[in-house]
């Protein structure tokens, strides 16, 4: 059974960070597509930063591209985002989501419709 679980999120000033994990279960983080979306209050989903878990690489949307960093742990099955001059704008629940056994265009990796498996959300709030 697939499980993603996030953490990490929580308050913080403007101009400040925080490092989201998205700790997973049932599936090898070997060959996969994964991404980065959130949520903000009457808004879509959208996604921030989507990672082929092959070959590590990564691709953000422009709205975050030199402000947040993903990256992976294989051997602990975990992803993380890197989130460092965080802007009011970035107050959303933030979502990890997975689809095993794939590689995913990079005109895809940011898609909602890409992915099957999400996980339950954690919480950014950045005040000004």
């Known amino acids: 059974q697939v499980q993603l679980v996030e953490s990490g999120g929580g308050s913080v000033q403007a101009g400040g960070s925080l490092r989201l994990v998205c700790a997973t279960s049932g599936y090898s983080n070997s060959n996969n597509c994964m991404a980065w979306f959130r949520q903000a209050p009457g808004k879509e989903r959208e996604g921030v930063a989507g990672i082929n878990t092959g070959d590590g690489r990564t691709y953000y949307a422009d709205s975050v591209k030199g402000r947040f960093t993903g990256s992976q742990d294989n051997a602990k099955n975990t992803l993380y985002l890197d989130m460092n001059n965080l802007k009011p704008e970035d107050t959303a629940m933030y979502y990890c989501?997975?689809?095993?056994?794939?590689?995913?265009?990079?005109?895809?990796?940011?898609?909602?419709?890409?992915?099957?498996?999400w996980g339950q959300g954690t919480r950014v709030t950045v005040s000004s």
């Open positions: 989501a997975a689809q095993p056994s794939s590689w995913c265009s990079y005109s895809s990796l940011l898609r909602v419709s890409t992915y099957t498996y």
